[in-house]
């Protein structure tokens, strides 16, 4: 992988385990989502808000033809955002025609010990069953959810188990419902009329929305994006695993709510689906969730098309990481 896929881990200050009887399950970045589960009487009451998020039938979701589960226990969750205005409705037709501008795969291994999120740049050159080679991207616009799920499970050989889309507008009342949240700019830059200076910004509203879909203020346009993207998460998991959300029940519950307006997923990942997660989940701290880029070789054109071409030997190293549960060792060897 090249420095323009590293991963990083998310540490602690100081490190030590979260036990509070619930816990984040998923945070979905524009790429991007961001829910909270509880054990007990409090889940039930987030689920009425939960419940506003749109249900599409696994027949409407899931591919016909599926790799085989050889690691059952494990979860993975396909994270899908849209960065512009319009967003990805929840209307299934809706979406098709559209093309996802975050792609991530949310790994979470058989034993539960931590989670990894990956991203998937969406301008990889790879081939779309029925359509030949196009940008990764392109599969959703041609044949919606099914064949996005499809083409990824074809190149990770490992099956896709949920499904979650948002708007990134969903983010600008999160991170209001959050207080802000910081995030760990690498690169100074200015975008849609906000400027970022070098190092932690805190980020709201339009700014917050700013940050996460800005690509043409960078040299290397969509990596710097996705790293952005991943900072922004950061900050959101460090955020509502912070003392003050963490007993601040009513924080959660607007987090929830302003979230969960924009978000569709499949009927499967229900309230009890992510209670169940979340419980299984709650031993674990942000050092435990790594991010990481799926492995490329850098960009290239091909006719008047600017490209990402994916590093085929590294995916299949990483098809075998997610098999085994191996995914920390392969990030590290990176």
């Known amino acids: 992988m090249t420095s323009s896929d590293s ?3 998310l540490h ?6 979260r036990r509070w009887p619930w816990v984040i399950v998923f945070v979905l970045v524009g790429a991007l989502l961001a829910a909270a589960a509880t054990a007990g009487v409090y889940l039930w009451n987030l689920s009425s808000s939960f419940e506003k998020a749109e249900k599409l039938p696994a027949a409407e979701v899931f591919p016909t033809v599926r790799p085989t589960a050889t690691n059952p ?4 969750i396909l994270m899908l955002g849209s960065d512009s205005r319009s967003g990805l409705d929840g209307d299934l037709e809706g979406i098709r025609g559209q093309r996802a501008d975050s792609i991530l795969l949310v790994h ?3 034993d539960r010990s931590g989670a990894q999120v990956i ?3 969406r301008d990889n050159w790879v081939e779309i069953p029925g359509h030949g080679e196009r940008k990764l991207n392109a599969a ?3 044949g919606g959810v099914p064949l996005l799920i499809e083409t990824l499970e074809g190149i990770i050989d490992v099956p896709i188990d949920h499904v979650a889309i948002t708007d990134f507008e969903g983010f600008k009342g999160l991170t209001e419902a959050l207080d802000g949240v910081s995030v760990d700019n690498s690169i100074p830059f200015t975008s849609d009329g906000f400027t970022y200076e070098q ?3 805190d980020v709201r509203g339009d700014k917050a929305l700013a940050f996460v879909r800005a690509r043409y203020p960078f040299t290397d346009g969509d990596y710097q994006r996705v790293r952005n993207q991943q900072s922004f998460i950061k900050g959101v998991l460090d955020k509502m695993l912070s003392r003050e959300t963490l007993t601040d029940p009513g924080r959660i519950a607007a987090s929830v709510d302003a979230i969960s307006p924009y978000l569709t997923v499949d009927a499967g990942l229900d309230v009890a689906t992510i209670g169940s997660l979340g419980f299984s989940l709650r031993g674990i701290d942000q050092s435990d969730i790594i991010f990481m880029t799926s492995p490329t070789l850098g960009t290239g054109m091909v006719g008047d098309q600017s490209i990402v071409r994916p590093d085929w030997e590294g995916l299949a190293a990483l098809s075998e990481a997610l098999k085994n549960d191996t995914v920390p060792e392969f990030a590290a060897a990176g």
């Not at 602690?12 to 385990?17: F, S």
């Not at 226990?73 to 993975?76: F, G, M, P, S």
């Open 12 to 17: 602690a200050t100081p490190r030590r385990r």
């Open 199 to 201: 190092g932690v910004v």
């Open 108 to 110: 979470i291994p058989a």
């Open 140 to 142: 959703l616009a041609l």
């Open 73 to 76: 226990e494990a979860v993975n």
């Open 7 to 9: 991963d990083f881990a």
């Open 119 to 121: 991203s998937f740049m």
